[in-house]
């Protein structure tokens, strides 16, 4: 299985600073043929599921707001909100889609300082 | 709009089975593959499987070793989840979610989840 690690596993960020997270798979998830990182991001807030924030490493799902990004290839993301907002506090997962099963990071937990 | 609303939650004994539904609805359900994942209190979702809700193909996690199946019912755009052997660590909110697109094995829409609890 490729197992995906986040880091840090919690941080906290004053509102309108950046936020960064990093996540690291245990195999390269770029796929030669197409280019293309398979890799999502994900927010979940208490008592709901996940919501897709990003795909495809760097693209963004319809609707989500352009202060959240993505960046990385091969076996090293990063999800970067560039302004921090009150409402962005939750929990957040990358997820492999390269390969069966998929996988999740064990998730990081952002705050506000 | 598109959504998927799930069966409700379920208490279950060790060594029991729970089947969990998953029911569509705003969008062809045939054009989507369904997945499920679960989720235990404090932990990283974890896939369990796919369906092809147009052929009904399967692909199964092997860490649940032969436990779960997958079927749908496309008269009612409806898929199940069936975890047969339940065992306390079971225990988890199952969710069913729709791709994204065509090898796009990102998840956009969720359903609310099923919370089942297995206890003696």
């Known amino acids: 299985d490729i197992v995906m690690t986040q880091s840090p596993d919690s941080v906290a960020v004053s509102l309108g600073e950046r936020a960064t997270i990093n996540c690291k798979s245990s195999r390269s998830i770029l796929y030669s043929s197409n280019n293309k990182n398979y890799l999502a991001w994900y927010q979940q807030k208490p008592g709901q599921p996940p919501k897709l924030l990003i795909y495809?490493?760097?693209t963004r799902q319809s609707g989500v707001p352009d202060r959240f990004s993505g960046s990385g290839s091969g076996t090293d993301f990063t999800l970067t909100i560039s302004s921090l907002q009150a409402e962005d506090v939750a929990v957040y997962f990358c997820?492999?889609?390269?390969?069966?099963?998929?996988?999740f990071g064990q998730g990081t937990k952002l705050e506000i300082k | 709009q598109v959504q998927l609303v799930q069966s409700g939650a379920e208490v279950k004994k060790p060594g029991a089975s729970v089947k969990v539904s998953c029911k569509a609805s705003g969008y062809t359900f045939t054009s989507y593959h369904l997945q499920w994942v679960r989720q235990a209190p404090g932990q990283r979702p974890e896939w369990m499987g796919w369906i092809n809700t147009g052929s009904g193909y399967t692909k199964y996690s092997q860490n649940f070793q032969g436990r779960v199946t997958i079927t749908r019912d496309t008269s009612a755009s409806t898929a199940y989840m069936e975890l047969s052997s339940l065992r306390s660590e079971d225990t988890a909110v199952y969710y069913c979610?729709?791709?994204?697109?065509?090898?796009?094995?990102?998840?956009?829409?969720w359903g609310q989840g099923t919370m089942v609890t297995v206890s003696s």
């Open positions: 997820q492999q889609y390269y390969r069966t099963p998929y996988t």
């Open positions: 979610a729709r791709e994204l697109g065509t090898a796009v094995d990102a998840f956009d829409i």
């Open positions: 495809w490493a760097s």
